[in-house]
């Protein structure tokens, strides 16, 4: 038998979590928890052989599973993932990993002083798509990064329980930690407002980096259009990731610009060249993200591989998500990570 694995929050991302456990043969998916009657009959219909649960504390009493994949508004994250970890089940937790930084560093005491996993499930990290643009940032195939710009846009989800930044950034955030290898040195957000319950629906993060970069994320639920676009400029060549393209997320582009300033006492002006080379689009293995993950999990829990998003990772992004709110309450001002 596989790892015995229980699905909790059954609502929009829980039954793609489902039936990717489901599907992964080193995994068995013994349990499935919601508190909704009609969420847990519908999709305990697809899994049969999984028991059903109205309540965690009902599941795990029942049975421990070895891991345990939560679903649910971030509110209930960290109550949810403390029973786990107490009862000595791994936690996979949805993005983002806790509602507030107290909470996501009490989660990963707590995992570290069990020996227990805690994951965040970044999902973004394992398309082939991200890991081709990280392999090309890290190899210098783009030289110096002099630039990012991060647009991800939708009419909606507006959500229940987060505003538009803690919704939709992380997974920017999480690429860009993951792609540049560094976090920011300050962070300013700026955003707007305009549904009753006085949360941000639009917003834009603007990421300060120690050397000189600098990366802007736009992020919005009431754009006609969806759009989920990262550009890195770089020195040398620069880099489209669309997420939304059917075959070529990835494109790379030998275009920039040179500036040959020689000598500014002597000359007035700044000779600028343009380089406006082929355009290249590297072949991308179709695996989807979601089960390339469940493969990392069970790797993770057997000792074959370091997590490549761990709650430490999860905790990082938070800290930014932080940041952006103070920043936000201040008009923009910027704050130091």
Partial sequence: MGIAAAVVGLGYWGPNLARNVAA??????????????????????????????????????????????????????HALASAALRAGSHVLLEKPLAASVREGEDLLEQADRLGLRL???????????????????SEGALGPLLYVDCVRIALGLFQPDVDVVWDLAPHDLSILE?????????????????????IADMAHL????????????????????????????????????????????VKLYDYG???????????????????????????????????????????VLRGEAEPIAPGSGGLSVLRLLDAASRSLAQAGQAVAI
């Fill in 119 to 137: 994951l965040v499930d970044h999902t973004f990290l394992f398309t082939p798509a991200v890991q081709e643009v990280r392999r090309q940032v």
């Fill in 206 to 249: 603007h990421l300060d980096y120690a050397d000189g970069l600098r990366a802007h994320v736009h992020v919005s639920w009431l754009s006609p259009v969806k759009i989920r676009r990262m550009i890195l400029a770089g020195s040398r060549q620069s880099l489209i990731f669309d997420d939304l393209e059917p075959a070529e997320k």
């Fill in 24 to 77: 992964n043969a080193d995994l068995e998916l013994v349990a499935l928890c919601d508190s909704s009657p009609e969420r847990l009959a519908r999709v305990g219909r697809v899994y049969p052989a999984a028991r059903t649960f109205s309540d965690l504390g009902e599941l795990l009493r029942w049975r421990v599973p070895e891991l345990l994949v939560v679903a649910t508004p971030v509110a209930t994250h």
């Fill in 178 to 198: 993951h792609v540049i290898g560094e976090r920011p040195a300050r962070i300013r957000a700026i955003g707007s407002s305009h549904n009753p319950r006085g």
């Fill in 257 to 299: 610009v040179s500036f040959d300033t020689g000598d500014l006492e002597a000359r007035r002006e700044v000779l600028i060249s343009y380089r406006k080379g082929d355009m290249r689009a590297p072949a991308l293995a179709s695996t989807e993200a979601l089960t390339a993950e469940m493969r990392h999990v069970v790797a």
